[in-house]
């Protein structure tokens, strides 16, 4: 009788130590989840991921739901009946296609142009000449000028009658020419006055791979008896590969923005016939002709786009660790 009255004091003893255990076990649980560095920092990082969230992702969703559908003018959307007829209009669109391949000279040649302006200023201020930090201060200054002010600037130099670009080539009887009224020009010109705006950029980034190579560098391919241009093609510039990779995905991404910079040169949405880009053109269908649900087709066009910039650049430095 004692044995059992022993066997079932041990068993309800056991019984309650296990509950005790997977309570003290919970408790822990939860103690090192509310201590935890993620739960702290939510009040940080929560209200912006949601304001990001609900103001970035899901617009981009709801503006991908709206060219889905025929919503136009001041009727408004349907989203029981959704379709691919936008993006089906878009394809039989020869303004489209004109504007998606200005856009696509604009990223390229800007890109390049910038880049290799940008190298050169580089390597010449790397060089210590004198008032070097007078010119690069000159070179930078146009960076921090918005759109709109380079764009004023650059539309009276760029004037027929009395810009000073078409008076300086009069000075060897040639001109004028109509810098932002030539189909063949204009585009160009757009991309000639941006360029003179970031090349002071891509200066800067390059600059600063340039002083973090070490001196040795150089002292040991001019011992090897290398030429200044052998030095920099074969040891310097192939070390520049990381600088040149960030500045050209800030130089596309800036390009693809480039709306208000036309919208000030030509004074609206309607660019010279030439300078058309996919930016204007959806500002163009959206507001001057209310053609809401194609404008947003146009939109996840962009989207696109800068996705197949940052995206493949975001995997590189994913593989790199660096995020």
Same mark, same amino acid.
């Given at each position: 009788?004692?044995?059992?009255?022993?066997?079932?004091? #041990?068993?309800?003893?056991?019984?309650?130590?296990?509950?005790?255990?997977?309570?003290?076990?919970?408790?822990?649980?939860?103690?090192?989840?509310?201590? #935890?560095?993620?739960?702290?920092? $939510?009040?940080?990082?929560?209200?912006?991921?949601?304001?990001? /969230? %609900?103001?970035?992702? =899901?617009?981009?969703?709801?503006?991908?739901?709206?060219?889905? &559908?025929?919503?136009?003018?001041?009727?408004?959307?349907?989203?029981?009946?959704?379709?691919?007829?936008? *993006?089906?209009?878009?394809?039989?669109?020869?303004?489209?296609?004109?504007?998606? !391949?200005?856009?696509?000279? @604009?990223?390229?040649?800007? &890109?390049?142009?910038? @880049?290799? $302006?940008? @190298?050169?200023?580089?390597?010449?201020?790397?060089?210590?000449?004198?008032?070097?930090?007078?010119?690069?201060?000159?070179?930078?200054?146009?960076?921090?000028?918005? %759109?709109?002010?380079?764009?004023?600037?650059?539309?009276?130099?760029?004037?027929?009658?009395?810009?000073?670009?078409?008076?300086?080539? /009069?000075?060897?009887?040639? /001109?004028?020419?109509?810098?932002?009224?030539?189909?063949?020009?204009?585009?160009?010109?757009?991309?000639?006055?941006?360029?003179? +705006?970031?090349?002071? *950029?891509?200066?800067?980034?390059?600059?600063?791979?340039?002083?973090?190579?070490?001196?040795?560098?150089?002292?040991?391919?001019?011992?090897?008896? =290398? #030429?200044?241009?052998?030095?920099?093609?074969?040891?310097?510039?192939? +070390?520049?590969?990381?600088?040149?990779?960030?500045?050209?995905?800030?130089?596309?991404?800036?390009?693809?923005?480039?709306?208000?910079?036309?919208? =000030?040169?030509?004074?609206?949405?309607?660019?010279?016939?030439?300078?058309?880009?996919?930016? &204007?053109?959806?500002?163009?269908?959206?507001?001057?002709?209310?053609?809401?649900?194609?404008?947003?087709?146009?939109?996840?066009?962009?989207?696109? @786009? #800068?996705?197949?910039?940052?995206?493949?650049?975001?995997? !590189?430095?994913?593989? +790199?660790?660096?995020?």
């Amino acid at each position: 009788m004692l044995e059992l009255i022993a066997a079932v004091r #041990s068993d309800g003893t056991t019984g309650d130590t296990g509950d005790d255990e997977d309570e003290r076990s919970g408790r822990s649980r939860w103690e090192r989840l509310r201590q #935890s560095d993620f739960v702290r920092s $939510a009040p940080f990082w929560g209200p912006p991921f949601l304001l990001m /969230g %609900f103001f970035v992702y =899901a617009a981009i969703g709801w503006n991908f739901l709206l060219s889905l &559908t025929d919503y136009e003018r001041f009727q408004g959307p349907d989203y029981s009946n959704l379709d691919f007829g936008m *993006y089906r209009r878009m394809l039989d669109d020869p303004t489209f296609w004109e504007a998606t !391949q200005n856009t696509l000279i @604009l990223l390229i040649v800007f &890109t390049v142009a910038c @880049l290799v $302006a940008g @190298l050169l200023l580089a390597i010449l201020l790397d060089r210590e000449v004198r008032f070097g930090r007078g010119f690069r201060t000159i070179y930078l200054l146009p960076m921090s000028l918005s %759109f709109i002010v380079t764009a004023q600037f650059w539309k009276w130099m760029y004037n027929s009658q009395f810009g000073i670009i078409n008076e300086f080539f /009069g000075l060897f009887g040639l /001109g004028p020419y109509g810098w932002l009224s030539n189909p063949d020009l204009v585009l160009f010109s757009v991309i000639f006055a941006l360029v003179w +705006q970031f090349s002071g *950029y891509t200066m800067i980034v390059y600059l600063a791979a340039l002083r973090a190579i070490p001196q040795d560098q150089y002292e040991a391919a001019r011992v090897d008896g =290398a #030429s200044t241009l052998k030095l920099y093609w074969r040891v310097i510039i192939p +070390q520049l590969k990381p600088a040149m990779v960030s500045a050209s995905v800030v130089l596309l991404l800036f390009s693809l923005k480039a709306f208000d910079f036309l919208f =000030a040169l030509f004074d609206g949405y309607q660019p010279r016939k030439g300078a058309d880009i996919l930016s &204007t053109m959806m500002v163009r269908e959206a507001f001057a002709r209310s053609q809401w649900a194609y404008s947003s087709a146009i939109a996840i066009v962009l989207f696109l @786009l #800068s996705l197949a910039v940052i995206a493949p650049y975001l995997y !590189q430095q994913h593989r +790199q660790g660096n995020l």
